[in-house]
Nanobody, 116 residues
Framework: QVQLVESGGGLVQPGGSLTLSCAAS????????MNWYRQAPGKGRELVAG????????NYADSVKGRFTISRDNAKNTVYLQMNSLKPDDTAVYHC?????????WGQGTQVTVSS
């Protein structure tokens, strides 16, 4: 079955950087677009970034443009989110997502906390 496992979260100071990873299995990874979402305490889920199956097309929320970079390695079935210039408002649980055969799947998430 579809499995998505995120890693790489943690506590970082404002202005710092983190790279999140999401290891995927159970589907033909290289043929599906992938997304990163986040959910902050008391807020709804927000689409942060998306990437096409081949990696040539990416899109970002306005709040992270110029700071975050989504990428993928289809040989490793892994999607990444490089996060730079982190702000306290970036604090959230980050989930990767795929829509497989019309059904959205989510990983368990990884916590990112930006605080001094």
């Amino acid at each position: 079955q579809v499995q998505l496992v995120e890693s790489g979260g943690g506590l970082v100071q404002p202005g710092g950087s983190l790279t999140l990873s999401c290891a995927a299995s159970g589907f033909m990874f290289s043929t599906y677009g992938m997304n990163w979402y986040r959910q902050a305490p008391g807020k709804g889920r927000e689409l942060v970034a998306g990437i096409s199956s081949g990696g040539g097309i990416t899109n970002y929320a306005d709040s992270v443009k110029g700071r975050f970079t989504i990428s993928r390695d289809n040989a490793k079935n892994t999607v990444y989110l490089q996060m730079n210039s982190l702000k306290p408002d970036d604090t959230a649980v980050y989930h990767c997502n795929v829509r497989f055969r019309g059904t959205p799947y989510w990983g368990q998430g990884t916590q990112v906390t930006v605080s001094s």
